[in-house]
């Protein structure tokens, strides 16, 4: 009996340092490995602050554009299995979650002054009728912004005088699309030059494209090249009629 008030009080001692070597612990004290459990009680002065994250800009470009520049970004179709992009001025006008694109060739005409979306639409290149294409682009007005991406096969249905539209449009790869090549292509009705905003890449290679108005920036997966402005690609371009695309005819 004579030992049991030095065995509580040893039992306490015990408890009392175990306890606040568990609390040094925890709290991050020397040799502590639990550091993050010490910044839930800190106070926010003493706090780490995060990096900001970096700002992203009209279409999720780097940068902003240069005034009377449109910003622009566009994805090509993966395949058959996912679907093409093209955004312009932070508005989607045609994309997978809109229920405006499909197999073949993914068409945007945009007012290259108000940069206004036109009509979007898509064309199948393997079962589709190409007239329907070709009624589609041959009375275009001068002015008109064209933008294009592919998605699957753009190719099976084409013929010489589709080609020849597309490059009178300022492209300079259409000649050699093939089957289940993925496109990306910004031209115009009325440009004299090539388009520098235009990518190919060849069959069942997931691709993408990002373009932007004051530049073109590719993917990590290839070379850095840096192309003129929007507004000095299209320098002859006489104003296109405000909200419209073609001629009557």
Same mark, same amino acid.
């Given at each position: 009996?004579?030992?049991? *008030?030095?065995?509580?009080?040893? +039992? =306490? !001692?015990?408890? %009392?340092?175990?306890?606040?070597?568990? @609390?040094?612990?925890?709290?991050?004290?020397?040799?502590?490995?639990?550091?993050?459990?010490?910044?839930?009680?800190?106070?926010?002065?003493?706090?780490?602050?995060?990096?900001?994250?970096?700002?992203?800009?009209?279409?999720?470009?780097?940068?902003?554009?240069?005034?009377?520049?449109?910003?622009?970004?566009?994805?090509?179709?993966?395949?058959?299995?996912?679907?093409?992009?093209?955004?312009?001025?932070?508005?989607?006008?045609?994309?997978?979650?809109?229920?405006?694109? *499909?197999?073949?060739?993914?068409? +945007? =005409? !945009?007012?290259? %002054?108000?940069?206004?979306?036109?009509? @979007?639409?898509?064309?199948?290149?393997?079962?589709?009728?190409?007239?329907?294409?070709?009624?589609?682009?041959?009375?275009?007005?001068?002015?008109?912004?064209?933008?294009?991406?592919?998605?699957?096969?753009?190719?099976?249905?084409?013929?010489?005088?589709?080609?020849?539209?597309?490059?009178?449009?300022?492209?300079?790869?259409?000649?050699?699309?093939?089957?289940?090549?993925?496109?990306?292509?910004?031209?115009?009705?009325?440009?004299?030059?090539?388009?520098?905003?235009?990518?190919?890449?060849?069959?069942?290679? =997931?691709?993408?494209?990002?373009?932007?108005?004051?530049?073109?920036?590719?993917?990590?997966?290839?070379?850095?090249?840096?192309?003129?402005?929007?507004?000095s690609l299209f320098p002859q371009l006489?104003?296109?009629?405000?909200?419209?695309?073609?001629?009557?005819?």
């Amino acid at each position: 009996m004579r030992l049991a *008030g030095p065995l509580r009080i040893v +039992a =306490l !001692v015990i408890t %009392v340092g175990l306890t606040w070597l568990v @609390a040094s612990i925890l709290l991050g004290g020397p040799g502590g490995g639990f550091p993050r459990v010490q910044q839930l009680f800190a106070s926010p002065e003493n706090s780490v602050t995060a990096e900001p994250r970096a700002r992203k800009y009209k279409c999720g470009l780097p940068q902003p554009c240069p005034e009377e520049h449109l910003a622009f970004r566009m994805v090509s179709g993966a395949a058959n299995v996912i679907g093409p992009k093209i955004c312009l001025e932070d508005r989607m006008l045609m994309s997978s979650v809109k229920d405006n694109v *499909g197999r073949g060739l993914n068409i +945007a =005409l !945009v007012n290259g %002054v108000s940069g206004e979306l036109i009509e @979007a639409r898509a064309f199948d290149m393997w079962a589709g009728d190409v007239n329907d294409l070709l009624k589609f682009i041959r009375p275009l007005h001068e002015g008109t912004l064209v933008f294009v991406a592919s998605y699957d096969d753009p190719a099976t249905k084409m013929n010489e005088e589709t080609r020849k539209l597309f490059s009178d449009l300022g492209s300079k790869n259409v000649k050699d699309l093939a089957f289940r090549d993925s496109w990306v292509f910004v031209g115009a009705k009325g440009v004299q030059n090539k388009s520098p905003f235009e990518q190919q890449n060849k069959a069942n290679r =997931l691709f993408r494209q990002f373009l932007e108005g004051s530049g073109c920036q590719k993917s990590s997966s290839a070379p850095r090249e840096e192309t003129p402005p929007l507004a000095s690609l299209f320098p002859q371009l006489p104003a296109a009629p405000r909200g419209l695309a073609r001629e009557e005819q």
